[in-house]
């Protein structure tokens, strides 16, 4: 069974601009959830998605965004990118039985210059 | 909001040595997680907990969940160079807190051979 796959791994972005980035969950998979890591911060919740529409959301401005297909796999996007937007992007899928239970990818290393 | 406390922030130990993990919060949990992350790549789950008191153990990994399911540990057994990495203990709410895991801030674990 494939594991989650994010794309790509890796970005070098310049302040200002906007950024994408993909997520596959595992296959059943419906919950995809968005998650971001800082040495400072640890990991903190971005939002979670659920066919398609999002369910829940962190303390994040609204330039995070995101967004998820019919077949589950989720788009994040960051737009006017700032120096503190270099991190590790996590996203993680959940079957979504109650117990929320996350499986991670290998994140998206972002580095905003 | 709910925080989870995790100590110590770094063990050095040697080769064969035990250790315990704690994780703790004033929030009830509806289920815990742990994961080991290696660096530049996403955490791998190694186990949920439920049910206040439960007990699981993964070869010389022991977990515990607290009674009231707010506290739960990691004991490792004769630690090898292999455990070396972050150890992260994650909680979920459950009800409307839909995909989200409050994360510990972690605890790096180096073991020398």
């Known amino acids: 069974k494939a594991g989650v796959t994010q794309t790509p791994r890796y970005l070098i972005k310049t302040r200002g601009q906007q950024v994408t980035l993909s997520c596959s969950p595992i296959?059943?998979?419906?919950?995809v959830s968005w998650y971001q890591q800082t040495p400072g911060q640890g990991l903190q919740f971005l939002f979670e998605?659920?066919?398609?529409?999002?369910?829940n959301k962190g303390n994040f401005p609204g330039r995070f965004s995101g967004r998820q297909f019919s077949n589950s796999r989720s788009e994040m996007n960051v737009s006017t990118l700032e120096l503190g937007d270099s991190a590790l992007y996590l996203c993680?899928?959940?079957?979504?039985?109650?117990?929320?239970?996350?499986?991670f990818g290998q994140g998206t290393r972002l580095t905003v210059v | 909001t709910q925080l989870l406390e995790q100590s110590p922030q770094f063990l050095s130990i040697q080769e064969g040595e035990n250790l315990t993990v704690y994780c703790n919060s004033s929030?009830?949990?509806?289920?815990l997680q742990w994961y080991r992350q290696e660096p530049g790549e996403g955490p791998v789950l190694l186990v949920t907990?439920?049910?206040?008191?439960e007990v699981k153990k993964l070869k010389r990994l022991t977990f515990q969940f607290g009674d009231a399911r707010k506290d739960s540990s990691l004991h490792i057994t004769a630690a090898q160079p292999g455990d070396t990495g972050l150890y992260l203990c994650?909680?979920?709410?459950?009800?409307?807190?839909?995909?989200?895991?409050?994360f510990g801030q972690g605890t790096i674990l180096t073991v020398h051979p």
């Open positions: 993680a899928s959940s079957f979504d039985t109650g117990i929320t239970e996350a499986f």
């Open positions: 296959s059943g998979h419906r919950s």
């Open positions: 998605y659920f066919s398609e529409t999002q369910r």
């Open positions: 929030s009830v949990f509806s289920s």
């Open positions: 907990v439920v049910t206040g008191g």
């Open positions: 994650a909680g979920a709410t459950g009800g409307t807190s839909y995909g989200k895991l409050t």
